[in-house]
């Protein structure tokens, strides 16, 4: 069974029963993912999960930094954000610190010029793969973010945002003249 729920401009779709049907496997693992966002059409393990990613569609940013100003949607991405305070992570080189390992690893590149992943059609190098996946976008053709509003695509998401204003008529950013 299905309930449709609805929070303001969002809404999502909790299974109340898991049937076979509706249940989908995750690329990277094997756990059963019976609970819908519908705004998205991501799945999730838990409905604690899913309520917590439905605030990325909200806006919401219930989770405040007592060191800064910034706010987040998530327990876990404030956890992570602390880390920037504490010098947990921390480049020997620049000393700009940050909020996981990972985040530092890829920094690093920046100051050694590495450059791991490569695009196999025409030999362009990256710091990171999700910029290869972007970039390998160009050759595909694949444009995965589709504006709900009128029949444009694009390759990412960013741009996706940007075309919004179209449809909402925001204008963030004024002349200072």
Same mark, same amino acid.
């Given at each position: 069974?299905?309930?449709?729920?609805?929070?303001?401009?969002?809404?999502?779709?909790?299974?109340?029963?898991?049937?076979?049907?509706?249940?989908?496997?995750?690329?990277?693992?094997?756990?059963?993912?019976?609970?819908?966002?519908?705004?998205?059409?991501?799945?999730?393990?838990?409905?604690?999960?899913?309520?917590?990613?439905?605030?990325?569609?909200?806006?919401?940013?219930?989770?405040?930094?007592?060191?800064?100003?910034?706010?987040?949607?998530?327990?876990?991405?404030?956890?992570?954000?602390?880390?920037?305070?504490?010098?947990?992570?921390?480049?020997?080189? &620049?000393? *700009?610190?940050?909020?996981? $390992?990972?985040? +530092?690893?890829? =920094?690093? %590149?920046? /100051? @050694? !010029? #590495?450059?791991?992943?490569?695009?196999?059609? &025409?030999? *362009?190098?990256?710091?990171? $793969?999700?910029? +290869?996946?972007? =970039?390998? %976008?160009? /050759? @595909? !053709? #694949?444009?995965?973010?589709?504006?709900?509003? &009128?029949? *444009?695509?694009?390759?990412?998401?960013?741009? +996706?945002?940007? =075309?919004? %204003?179209? /449809?909402? !008529?925001?204008?963030?950013?004024?002349?200072?003249?």
């Amino acid at each position: 069974m299905n309930v449709l729920h609805s929070t303001g401009e969002s809404c999502f779709e909790v299974k109340t029963e898991a049937d076979s049907n509706d249940i989908t496997e995750h690329p990277h693992d094997d756990k059963p993912r019976p609970y819908v966002c519908t705004t998205c059409d991501k799945r999730f393990p838990k409905k604690g999960i899913l309520n917590e990613h439905k605030l990325i569609h909200t806006g919401e940013k219930l989770y405040s930094c007592t060191q800064c100003e910034k706010h987040f949607t998530t327990r876990q991405n404030l956890r992570t954000h602390v880390n920037v305070h504490s010098s947990k992570y921390k480049c020997t080189e &620049c000393g *700009k610190c940050f909020a996981s $390992s990972n985040a +530092l690893t890829i =920094h690093r %590149r920046s /100051h @050694s !010029g #590495e450059k791991p992943f490569e695009c196999t059609v &025409c030999s *362009k190098q990256f710091t990171t $793969s999700h910029y +290869l996946v972007v =970039h390998s %976008r160009i /050759h @595909s !053709g #694949e444009k995965p973010y589709k504006c709900h509003e &009128c029949d *444009k695509a694009f390759r990412v998401l960013c741009s +996706l945002n940007t =075309h919004m %204003r179209v /449809h909402t !008529g925001d204008k963030p950013y004024k002349c200072r003249v």
